[in-house]
């Protein structure tokens, strides 16, 4: 699956953007696809994930309540929506698309077996 992201900018504290994955190649309307986060000197956080059909949804503790993530009607393209932006919320944000199996969390990186190449995030205060 290859994936590609857009949607990142520059925005004020409290604003909104919304991202968009669009994959393509095999599984790419079946896959589980997640949101992850890196800001400047940190690890890569889980941010939110979705499954196919948009009825298994996650996020991060620290997005909950801003962040929604969506399926479009094709499947092939997630979307983020992120509001109540902080400061904090500064990274570069990637799509990533996990093969579905048994037991899966799909809040760790190694569980995702395509990523996008990002999108900078940055909210200033």
Known sequence: ???FESGGGVVQTGGSLRLSCTASGQGASTNHMG????????????VSVINWNGDTIYYGDSVKGRFTISRGYSA??????????????????????ATPYIGGKYIYT????????????????
């Open 1 to 3: 699956v290859q994936l």
């Open 35 to 46: 949101w992850f986060r890196r800001a400047p000197g940190k690890e890569r956080e889980f």
């Open 76 to 97: 092939k393209t997630v979307y983020l929506q992120m509001n109540s932006l902080k400061p904090e919320d500064t990274a570069v944000y990637y799509c990533a698309a």
């Open 110 to 125: 190694h569980e995702y077996d395509s990523w996008g190449q990002g999108t900078q995030v940055t909210v200033s205060s």
